[in-house]
């Protein structure tokens, strides 16, 4: 199946500082993207749709200031978390879809766990 | 009430027995995905259908879009299919997936 990978697979940083995180599909185009978030014994919750070429649209309550979406190749979208602190600390996993395949179907990363001291 | 609700929370199986995990959904749908989380976080999709049943392996999932209820079958359980599945089901309009709180199983051996 399409394989989608992030970078990097675990960060730890200080609080105040940037982290970016990047969602790459490997073997497909994708031009949409999305961003999740999971805290501990949650399920995932949706963060913001990446288009290839667009703003990013974010979901209630994720400020757009705070996570910077840039989504400028159809192979690669990025999430920036700026000037992160320990409430950042969470999972966060991206899903693509794959433009020439089924158009429902989404494929997911890994996941990055992100440690904000 | 939740979108999409999944039971049981939890499940704990002996090994070789056949398990069945369940979702409920209240929103139009294009399609159900079912999802595999392992300890370390990463999610693997297992299933998407929109309607009838797929079978891959040891896994079947199938769904009813009239009673909007979805079923995924482990057949010959093992202690490696231990983790949290989790359904979610994109909408029937826009692009967006609604997830279940998941099910986590431990197989025992």
């Known amino acids: 199946g399409a394989v989608v990978s992030q970078h990097p697979s675990r960060v730890i940083c200080k609080s105040g500082t940037s982290v970016k995180i990047e969602c790459r599909s490997l073997d497909f185009q994708a031009t949409t993207m999305f961003w999740y978030r999971q805290f501990p014994k949650q399920s995932l919750m949706l963060m913001a749709t990446s288009n290839e070429g667009s703003k990013a649209t974010y979901e209630q309550g994720v400020e757009k200031d705070k996570f910077l979406i840039n989504h400028a190749s159809l192979t690669l979208s990025t999430l920036t978390v700026t000037s992160a602190h320990p409430e950042d600390s969470s999972f966060y996993i991206c899903?693509?879809?794959?433009?020439?395949?089924?158009?429902?179907?989404?494929?997911f990363g890994p996941g990055t766990r992100l440690t904000v001291l | 009430k939740n979108e999409v609700e999944q039971s049981p929370q939890n499940l704990t199986a002996q090994e070789g027995e056949f398990i069945t995990i369940n979702c409920s959904y209240s929103v139009g749908i294009s399609a159900l995905h079912w999802l595999q989380q392992h300890p370390g976080g990463g999610i693997v999709s297992l299933f998407m259908l929109s309607s009838g049943k797929k079978k891959h392996g040891r896994l079947i999932a199938t769904i009813n879009i009239q009673e909007k209820h979805s079923s995924l079958h482990i057949t010959a359980s093992h202690p490696r299919d231990s983790a949290v599945y989790i359904c979610a089901v994109g909408r029937e309009y826009g692009n967006k997936l609604v997830f279940g709180a998941g099910t986590i199983l431990r197989v025992k051996s």
């Open positions: 899903s693509a879809r794959d433009l020439g395949a089924n158009h429902n179907e989404q494929f």
